[in-house]
């Protein structure tokens, strides 16, 4: 499979899971974003795995020892990008907290069966859309680290939160560690870690009475 024909599936797959819970009964979204959320994370690895055409980037070899290392890194260094960038944005007169976290919480809390979409669907899906597929497909045409840099802008514009700059810079983050080490899935891994950490940290913090 073309990285072309790839990019779009991906995307397609992408969007429909996105997507498809705004159109059914409020009853039934969160279960069927967490299940769409999922069974998107499977589809979108299964294309990963049938393409046959490589980023320029990427490497052919397999080095896990080193995509755990720059992986589990790669969380708290996210983490510690997060606060940096945060406090960045206060200067600016934007809120310290983040809006789309806070109401991702406030859902886990009720139905803690999200936690499953939030903190493995979701980042499962973004890595292989927007640091594989549209970097991918922009590359073809454009200088890599300029299709990174858009695949972050798009990256942050679809958390829609107004934290432009905090999730450009995590997308290009996680894109570096992609391109350092080859391997999408090192990026995978940073991203599931940072967000399931976030998640935990978050309702223990809320289950124990204390305000962020």
Sequence with gaps: MSIKKYSLLTIFCYAAAFL???????????LATTILYL?????LIGLYVKQTEYLSFEKRDVNWLKIIGFGFGGIFAAIFLQNIVL?????????LTSENTQNIIKVVLQQPLFAIAVMIGGPIMEEFVF???ITGFLEKYINVWFAISISAFLFALIHQDGHLL???SLG???????YHTGKIWTSVLAHVGMNTLVVVVNVIVHSMGISI
């Design 87 to 95: 406090q960045a944005e206060q200067l600016f007169g934007q809120e």
């Design 172 to 178: 290009f983050f996680f894109s570096f560690l992609y």
């Design 131 to 133: 640091r594989r597929a």
């Design 166 to 168: 905090l999730y450009f």
């Design 39 to 43: 069974l998107g994370a499977i589809i």
């Design 20 to 30: 498809t819970p705004a159109f059914l009964p409020i009853s039934i979204q969160v």
